[in-house]
């Protein structure tokens, strides 16, 4: 499974320099509004050092990393949900994403332009998410007034949805998003069709200054606020450095980042919290053909995951021989940990934990 992040911001907070960065995709990156037109997509490796180091002991032919999708966003602006700007389009693209990294703006330069004319990142972080909400109210005020129509046959089902879609119209017109609106699970089923954008969970990316990488500022202060009131997380980058190590060599990257003080880059930080947000562990495969890094959600069986490679081996799955990557990393092999008693055998009901090196044994 591929990870689908929409960045999200003000025009001029840093969003394309951030893509840019990240997937070498080449999105114009320029100091005016809308410099990104079309939604640009770039499918980037996850770093894992555990990846590098199965890849140093097996030796394969191949590599194949997880990998996380970003699709940058060109930027909102008030209105966005009646169309301006770019809005009605923009707003569609978030739509198709699992995870909204909301880039704001924690900086400040007179050289670059503020749409609003002042640095406040709670102002710019609530404009965002009220144009999600119109958006979102817009798709249920249409749902409303068909259900109130069929609701005229006095189905029960149908009443009980009209009461929770009315329910939800009314937390979104306070100007609440839905993602905090209070719902017995079974009851969402009357509107997960919807696609709400205030719903999707959110990770905010803060802009920070070169020389406050590692302190952070008040401007970091007050979007953590902001991001403890939903349980959010938060990762602080620099765009500009972002974009410096990017061109850099693997060995001159790690040189750098350890001039800054620095241990993992933003870039890096920003793609594991995006994990972590969304619950996703990853599982690898080994062998001498190929070491492969694959994604799934925390608390997925044996067969499920035996499923993302391909769907004949959760059909036919017989067995899951497991070794921990701690104990392969220690033992060096998978014949030594197999020696050393070390490889597991795992049925149907074993919960797939980060880290485990599988080879799944499946009936054709």
Not at 29 to 52: E, H, K, Q, Y
Request: glycine share 8%; proline share 3%.
């Amino acid at each position: 499974m591929n990870l689908k992040c929409g960045i999200v911001g003000l025009p001029n907070v840093g969003k394309s320099t951030l893509f840019n960065a990240l997937s070498d995709a080449g999105a114009e990156s320029a100091n005016f509004p809308f410099c990104t037109i079309d939604p640009n997509v770039g499918l980037v490796p996850v770093p894992d050092r555990r990846l590098d180091k199965l890849s140093e002991l097996v030796k394969p032919k191949a590599t194949i990393p997880a990998t996380i999708e970003f699709v940058d966003i060109a930027g909102l602006v008030k209105g966005a949900s009646e169309g301006k700007g770019k809005g009605n389009a923009f707003l569609s693209h978030i739509r198709e994403v699992d995870l909204i990294v909301h880039v704001v703006r924690c900086f400040d330069d007179d050289d670059i332009i503020h749409v609003e004319g002042s640095v406040d990142p709670e102002r710019d972080i609530r404009i965002i998410e009220d144009e999600l909400i119109l958006k979102d109210l817009e798709s249920v005020e249409k749902r409303l007034e068909n259900v109130k129509k069929q609701a005229k046959s006095g189905d029960k089902k149908i009443k009980d949805q009209l009461k929770v879609i009315e329910a939800l119209a009314e937390h979104l017109e306070s100007g609440k998003t839905a993602r905090t609106f209070k719902i017995e699970q079974d009851e969402k089923q009357f509107y997960n069709d919807l696609f709400l954008l205030s719903e999707k969970p959110v990770l905010y990316a803060c802009n920070v200054g070169e020389s406050e990488i590692n302190s952070g500022n008040q401007y970091v202060d007050s979007v953590r606020e902001v991001a403890s009131l939903f349980n959010d997380n938060l990762v602080m980058f620099c765009a500009k450095i972002e974009a410096e190590i990017a061109e850099l060599e693997p060995e001159e990257k790690e040189m750098f980042l350890e001039e800054l003080g620095v241990e993992r880059s933003g870039l890096d930080r920003l793609i594991r919290a995006a994990y972590e947000n969304l619950g996703l562990i990853t599982y690898f495969t080994a062998g001498p053909k190929e070491v492969r890094a694959w994604t799934i959600r925390k608390g997925t069986k044996a067969p499920q995951a035996a499923g993302t490679i391909h769907t004949d081996f959760e059909r036919g799955f017989i067995r899951a021989e497991t070794i921990s990557f701690e104990d392969f990393e220690q033992l060096g092999s998978e014949k030594a940990a197999k020696d050393a008693g070390k490889m597991r055998q795992e049925g149907k009901n074993y919960v797939v934990k980060d880290g485990d090196i599988i080879l799944f044994r499946f009936n054709v």
